[in-house]
């Protein structure tokens, strides 16, 4: 007690507490002058390690020192009335309540100030279906839309996307509150109601700031003049703002017209469903689009929404229909929409997302901006970029691309949910799992918010939890293959193998080699690969298993003519895959082992080399993550740096890496006898038993 009171009474407490509060403000004045001038990053990490120093030396110095007004001296030599109590306790006191105050500012301003919106940006919100038929939804949507891409076309206004504008539907919100949630100045909202072949169309600008209406309007047409309509609509709101604004109108945007209300109706049901983005509904937009084409052979959008749907369903995106197939379906109908209109955006956009599945990146990358040339506002254009960016080998362009999108369509669930990867494939779990939250409070009934949620408790270590978010999503889409596949492939890190199985399908030789069945998996990936001889992911998955069985001659069969040109760093093996660091990098890393396992020490050293330069290129591109780390430790153990392998493999155990594959790895081969390295194989274990143990018993509390 007398401790405690000669503690206080010397101001250690206060001391403390003023450290902290200051420690704290500093590291948040750090990230922000590390960002904004782009500073090394090891400067945030020395700085905390400095401040943490810094603390035990502050308490000792408060408990032997005192100011006074003399200056500082020895506690002991100060005077009873200049003692700490009526000195140094005021003065710390006030520097406290300061830096406590300048503390709750700054957590304000970071939280909830984001800054006036820029005064030419507008939202289209989804107009209310007044028709009393919930079947006319779509129609009511597709207007709004439509008038969404109109206002779009213009290069001086930001207009949000259709995903954000949208996630207000049926939400009695102010106006004012969902302009500041979308950042815009300017919201475009109305109504539609349609009987027969008539339709009453109505609709308002409001400026967001005063709430005020800047112009409104309501049409009672036939629906045979429905793009009249639209137009008439487009250029009353081009006239409000241009008095308003200043927006330079002069060549005016008009509606892409279709040769029958027909068409347009069913390509408005086309979009309603491929806006779901489940495997079933790409499906169901494929056929409204394919209908409208064949109603309107010469309506160009029907085009882009079937090639856009197509491609999506392959099984590098939503579906399980081979890459190739979508591609060459896609094809002749992306040519097609641009010999129709050559200057409509969506057609370049279609253009560039099919070339990235090709993986013709060049041809890719220049359809795109020329579709944003043509529509600065088109979000998925900037979206595809990003993803394009990604396979390019360019994370810190394509991360640019992705910004720019997200200030687009800032509530969208699919740019959310790659905000969400890329945040996660740089160590940010926190903002990834915000990010993921988004996805899931806009899109509740799609899987995609849970399926990320599921990925990064996986990766963090939260195994059990991320099964419980993985049986979200398939409740809610019980045939996606990305949650089957990733939950499968996380209960094979559980070690619940029977479930894992009926999951993976083709891919279950993942749960033969955790079970050392080499054997049957070996014939998995065979009868896969007979299948298809050149599938990339098949051929990876094939070697992989054959450097697991030792058959290193086949490992260089499969990857050496994918190697060629390795030595200034291309081939297929080194094309990225969206992933940074997955599948192509991991099959070098293989082909590697393979090459000096069969005494091409020379071959072998020389792509390690390159596959070093790469993952070295990632870490300068600010990427940071488990799977990265575990390739770094596999490249240390190819070069006979063990110790320095063993420090990362325990760095990654640390931090939440639990994947199956530790034990056995070719790669670490030259450690698996080592006391240390078997050591962190059973720390593996034991904290996945403890994380089986919490699914069991989560399990038992929902059956009881």
Request: net charge negative.
């Amino acid at each position: 007690m007398n401790l405690i009171s000669e503690l206080r009474r010397r101001n250690v407490f206060r001391m403390a507490v003023l450290y902290v509060v200051a420690a704290w403000l500093i590291m948040q004045v750090a990230e922000v002058l590390i960002a904004l001038a782009k500073l090394p990053d090891w400067i945030g990490p020395i700085t905390l390690i400095l401040l943490a120093v810094g603390f035990p030396i502050a308490v000792i110095v408060s408990w032997f020192y005192e100011i006074t007004p003399d200056g500082i001296s020895l506690e002991k030599d100060a005077e009873p009335g200049e003692s700490i109590a009526h000195v140094t306790g005021r003065r710390l006191d006030f520097l406290v309540i300061s830096l406590l105050c300048a503390a709750v500012i700054l957590f304000a301003y970071d939280k909830w100030w984001i800054g006036p919106p820029p005064q030419r940006s507008i939202a289209v919100l989804a107009f209310e279906n007044m028709s009393g038929d919930p079947e006319q939804e779509y129609f009511s949507d597709g207007i709004s839309e439509e008038l969404l891409n109109v206002l779009a076309q213009f290069p001086e206004l930001t207009v949000i996307s259709r995903s954000s504008a949208f996630s207000f539907k049926g939400k009695d919100i102010a106006i004012p509150t969902v302009a500041k949630q979308l950042n815009v100045a300017h919201v475009l909202e109305g109504s539609v109601r349609k009987a027969g072949n008539r339709v009453r169309i109505t609709a308002q600008l409001i400026e967001a700031r005063s709430d005020s209406h800047l112009w409104s309007e309501t049409y009672d047409r036939e629906l045979d003049d429905i793009f009249a309509v639209q137009d008439e609509i487009a250029k009353a709101i081009a006239t409000a703002l241009r008095v308003r604004l200043t927006v330079d109108v002069a060549t005016e945007p008009s509606v892409v017209r279709g040769a029958s209300i027909d068409a347009y109706n069913l390509y408005l049901l086309g979009r309603y469903h491929f806006e779901r983005r489940t495997n079933f509904e790409l499906g169901q937009a494929q056929r409204y689009f394919e209908d409208a084409i064949e109603s309107d052979p010469i309506y160009a959008p029907a085009y882009n929404g079937l090639v856009d749907s197509i491609l999506l369903q392959s099984d590098y995106a939503y579906g399980d229909k081979p890459v190739e197939q979508q591609i060459a379906i896609a094809l002749p109908l992306v040519e097609r929409s641009l010999q129709l209109d050559p200057l409509l955006a969506e057609t370049h956009a279609s253009l560039g997302f099919l070339r990235m599945f090709e993986f013709n990146l060049l041809a890719s990358e220049a359809a795109l901006i020329r579709a944003i040339e043509l529509n600065p506002n088109l979000s998925r254009a900037h979206l595809w970029l990003y993803v394009t960016y990604g396979r390019a080998g360019q994370p810190r362009k394509g991360f640019e691309a992705l910004q720019h999108a997200f200030s687009l369509d800032p509530l969208s669930p699919i740019v959310n949910a790659n905000m969400a990867a890329e945040w996660w494939i740089r160590g940010r779990t926190s903002d990834a799992l915000k990010a993921s939250q988004r996805v899931m409070q806009v899109a509740p009934d799609g899987p995609l918010g849970f399926r990320r949620t599921g990925r990064i408790k996986w990766t963090s270590g939260d195994l059990a939890e991320a099964v419980s978010w993985y049986r979200q999503s398939l409740d809610i889409a019980p045939e996606d293959p990305n949650s089957k596949l990733e939950l499968g492939s996380l209960l094979v890190d559980l070690g619940v193998y029977d479930e894992a199985e009926s999951l993976l399908d083709d891919q279950r030789y993942i749960v033969y080699l955790a079970q050392d069945n080499v054997e049957d998996a070996l014939a998995v990936v065979r009868t896969s690969l007979e299948e298809r001889p050149k599938h990339m992911r098949t051929i990876f998955a094939a070697a992989h298993t054959e450097a697991r069985a030792g058959h290193y001659d086949r490992v260089r069969l499969l990857l050496e003519p994918l190697a060629e040109g390795a030595e200034t760093g291309e081939g297929s093996l080194f094309q990225p895959s969206g992933i940074h660091f997955w599948d192509p990098q991991i099959a070098a890393l293989d082909l590697a082992v393979a090459l000096l396992e069969t005494g091409d020490t020379e071959a072998g050293l020389a792509l390690l080399a390159k596959v070093k330069t790469h993952f070295a290129f990632l870490r300068s591109e600010k990427l940071e993550h488990p799977m990265l780390r575990f390739q770094e430790a596999r490249i240390l153990a190819l070069e006979g740096r063990q110790d320095a392998a063993l420090g990362v493999l325990r760095e990654i155990i640390a931090t939440g890496w639990r994947f199956w594959y530790l034990d056995g790895d070719p790669a670490l081969k030259s450690m698996q006898e080592r006391r240390e390295f078997r050591s962190i194989v059973n720390d593996r274990k034991m904290l996945v038993e403890q994380e089986k143990a919490k699914l069991e018993k989560s399990v038992l509390t929902e059956v009881e």
